[in-house]
């Protein structure tokens, strides 16, 4: 059964850092596109990705986080990471990973998602 486990959110300060974590098991993640999507409060989970990598290592980024988050990939830990930046106060919210889709700029549809790890910018 294929799952996909997220970690590493919490509360920070704004201008602060954390890296979220994004686990996959029952497959081999190389093989899959990987994004990142964010709900802020109150609201729909935004249909387009905050950050995507191709299986090839290709990326892309929204424009409200370029410069300041990095999404990267350990193949071998089956392992997919967001190091988030300088972070603000609007970058709240819960943060989900997903799994297998076509890599497109931004990442949109895709078939496996973790539950979502919670953001909490604020002083």
């Known amino acids: 059964q294929l799952q996909v486990v997220e970690s590493g959110g919490g509360l920070v300060q704004p201008g602060g850092s954390l890296r979220l974590s994004c686990v996959f098991s029952g497959d081999d993640l190389q093989y899959y596109t990987v994004a990142w999507f964010r709900q802020a409060p109150e609201k729909a989970r935004e249909g387009a990705s905050v950050s995507c990598i191709s299986t090839g290592g290709h990326t892309n980024y929204h424009d409200s986080v370029k410069g300041r988050f990095t999404i990267s990939r350990d193949n071998a830990k089956n392992t997919v990471y967001l190091q988030m930046n300088s972070l603000k106060p609007e970058d709240t919210g819960i943060y989900y990973c997903?799994?297998?889709?076509?890599?497109?700029?931004?990442?949109?549809?895709?078939?496996?998602w973790g539950k979502g790890a919670l953001v909490t910018v604020s002083s």
């Open positions: 997903a799994v297998d889709g076509a890599y497109s700029d931004p990442c949109l549809r895709m078939n496996y």
